[in-house]
């Protein structure tokens, strides 16, 4: 799961028609979160924590429950990915085959190492993608495209909300606010208090709600972080609203 992700072009030729193909492969970066084989996103979310990457890899192979995947990825570039048997694949621009990935993985690790050095590496816009299935190649570690973004540094506890996942484990999800940066950051802690995976939100608290329920997490409760606080109360206001936009009842708020 990431929102640290880039497609990389990459020239190769083609095994099936001959031809020297343009294509793309995806890269991921150090924020992406990873949990080990044997992870069931529906089961283990509120009990297994993610770590994070700590280094880029070349993804080999996206698949079983690909969220978001075949939008923002495939639809976006189509000449260059097709999802077949629920895994993505990178094709040939001229006979769409799908290209073996011992001829990519070379020119798309160049050509992701070179492209960042000039920074010219094309923005996801901070989509997230979520698949329940990846392999990934790591690049030697000290592989570094720009100074790592602060995370985190002046942010705090506005919200602490219950909440449940699809099979009906429990967790806790923490809404802290910067004020000085105007952004949210979400922790989400299993029901023993462990802390399972944090991300960094935009200032909108739509986007914090679609992530919670990207995740599979319906929230069932929220209690204020500090219940003097007007800050907290503007908070819980703002994302009450947010949830009633995403289509809940009020009845599970209060
Ligand atoms: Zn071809």
New binding site residues.
């Given amino acids: 799961m990431t929102k640290e992700w880039f497609p990389v072009p990459v020239a190769v030729d ?1 095994p ?2 001959g ?1 020297q ?1 343009r294509s793309a492969a995806i890269v991921v970066g150090p924020t992406a979160l990873v949990n080990d084989a044997g992870f069931k996103p529906d089961d283990d979310l509120l009990s297994k924590p993610w770590k994070h990457l700590n280094g880029y890899a070349l993804v080999e192979n996206l698949g079983g429950r690909t969220q978001n995947i075949e939008r923002f990825i495939v639809d976006r570039f189509h000449a260059s990915f097709v999802v077949v048997d629920g895994s993505l694949r990178s094709i ?1 621009q ?2 769409h ?1 799908s290209l073996p990935l011992d001829s990519m993985r070379a020119a798309a690790m160049n050509g992701f190492v070179r492209l960042g050095a000039r920074r010219c590496l094309l923005a996801n816009e901070g989509l997230l993608i979520f698949s329940s299935h990846v392999e990934l190649t790591e690049f030697r570690s000290g592989t570094t495209i720009e100074e790592d973004r602060l995370r985190y540094p002046d942010y705090a506890l506005m919200l602490i909300c219950d909440a449940e996942s699809r099979a009906g484990e429990t967790g806790t999800i923490e809404l802290w606010h910067s004020i000085a940066r105007g952004d949210y950051a979400l922790i989400i802690k299993g029901h023993t208090g462990q802390e399972m995976l944090r991300d960094g939100m935009s200032d909108d608290l739509a986007s914090a709600v679609a992530f919670i329920s990207d995740l599979g997490l319906v929230v069932t409760e929220l209690h204020l972080a500090r219940s003097a606080s007007p800050f907290c109360s503007l908070a819980r206001d703002l994302f009450i609203d947010a949830l009633i936009d995403a289509g809940y009842g009020r009845e599970t708020q209060e």
């Fill in positions: 083609c099936g028609c031809a193909t040939c001229h006979c085959d």
